[in-house]
């Protein structure tokens, strides 16, 4: 008899081989897209490298410098955003907190797998903490990615125009009335919670009756909600406030890409500029690989190429560039100010992850 409990002699019984997944090929098609990627990067890019590389010996370094600072000064921004819509719910919080949350929430979303999760989750802990109750907390985060989108749409427009291309009036407008009408009703319903009341009550009782629980289970949880909801107030003042530094954010990222190109010798076109840059981070929005890398570059490349009228061998060193600024260097301060600042755990992270895992961003 063996330890296991089984007699000596005998074969072990044959366990069962793990079954692979439904969807098993897709890391392979995925794999094999990425290769594919890199390779017509590389055969794309190997006749400019060698011109590339003299563009960045014979950098511009007071444009670096600037690009430097840009890159802050849009951090900075965003900070503002966020402090700006807290302060709108009743919580105040300094900027050196806020602008340390967005370089730690930043330095996540470009570095780890599946980033803007981890980010997301960061962000409304370290907002719980500053005392945002959670609808609060869930409101800053949805309406500050709402504000920054916006903000992206708005200068892939204004790049459209001034590119000599056509934007329908009718989606201009229906994007500006859409924004409008969703502060409008956000602040209706946090002076007016009671117009909401009713509704929700019936909405819970058919969910109820369909799941076959009391009608009134869960209704406590209503009045709180709405409570919650009293305390954001987006007047005009603070609206304002929000959208001015929304375009501080996003005009100086823009302005960062565009020091970026003058380092390198190049004078990219506005409109050009705009457009590469309104598709570059329109591209890195989506979760392939972290930081958008390769990918990203790519697309950069590309745009400033065909946008902005650079030629491919200053294109590639001012995406370079822009890069190793808005990409390595804020994700290594980012780390650094969460080692800091964020890395000691707290009694209240338990309680918040659940919370935050309960809700939909």
């Known amino acids: 008899m063996t330890a296991n409990g089984e007699l000596a ?16 090929w897709v890391k392979w098609l995925l794999g094999a897209a990425l290769l594919a990627l890199l390779i017509g990067e590389g055969i794309y890019l190997w006749p400019r490298l060698h011109e590339s590389w003299r563009k960045l010996s014979d950098i511009h370094w007071g444009w670096v410098a600037a690009c430097i600072w840009l890159q802050a000064l ?19 919080v300094s900027q050196r907190k806020s602008v340390a949350v967005v370089y730690g929430a930043t330095a996540m979303s470009v570095s780890l797998p599946a980033g803007q999760v981890f980010s997301t989750a960061f962000t409304y802990r370290q907002t719980r903490r ?10 800053q985060l949805v309406f500050s990615g709402v504000v920054a989108a916006a903000g992206l749409a708005l200068l892939g427009v204004s790049g459209t125009l ?29 002076r007016n919670p009671g117009s909401l009341e009713a509704l929700l009550r019936k909405a819970l009782g058919l969910v109820n009756r369909l799941r076959k629980r009391p009608a ?52 990219p076109r506005l409109a050009g500029l705009l457009l ?27 745009s400033l190429t065909a946008a902005a009228g650079l030629p491919a061998a200053q294109a590639v060193a001012a995406a370079f560039v822009y890069r190793l600024v808005s990409f ?3 994700a290594i301060v980012g780390w650094i100010v969460f080692l800091f600042l964020f890395r000691t755990p707290q009694a209240d992270d338990a309680e918040f992850e659940k919370e935050f895992s309960q809700r939909r961003f």
């Not at 500053?130 to 409101?139: M, R």
């Not at 001034?162 to 934007?167: D, E, F, I, R």
């Not at 591209?283 to 990918?295: D, L, N, R, W």
């Open 162 to 190: 001034l590119s000599g291309g056509s934007v329908g009036p009718f989606k201009l407008i229906l994007s500006v009335v859409g924004v409008i009408a969703l502060v409008w009703a956000g602040n209706y319903v946090s």
């Open 9 to 24: 002699g005998e074969p072990p019984p044959p366990t069962a081989e793990p079954r692979r997944g439904k969807f098993w």
């Open 328 to 330: 390595i260097l804020v």
């Open 216 to 267: 009134d289970q869960g209704a406590n949880k209503i009045g709180d909600v709405l409570a919650q909801l009293e305390s954001v107030d987006l007047g005009k003042r603070d609206g304002a406030w929000v959208a001015v530094w929304a375009l501080v954010h996003r005009f100086a990222d823009v302005a960062c890409l565009g020091a970026a190109c003058y380092a390198v010798g190049a004078e």
């Open 130 to 139: 500053f005392g945002a109750s959670p609808i609060v907390a869930s409101w």
């Open 74 to 92: 849009s951090m900075s921004g965003f900070g503002r955003v966020q402090k700006q819509l807290l302060h709108a719910g009743g919580v105040e």
């Open 276 to 302: 590469a840059f309104a598709i570059g981070k329109a591209v890195g929005s989506i979760p392939f690989a972290p930081g958008g890398i390769v990918y990203v570059d790519a697309t950069l490349i590309y």
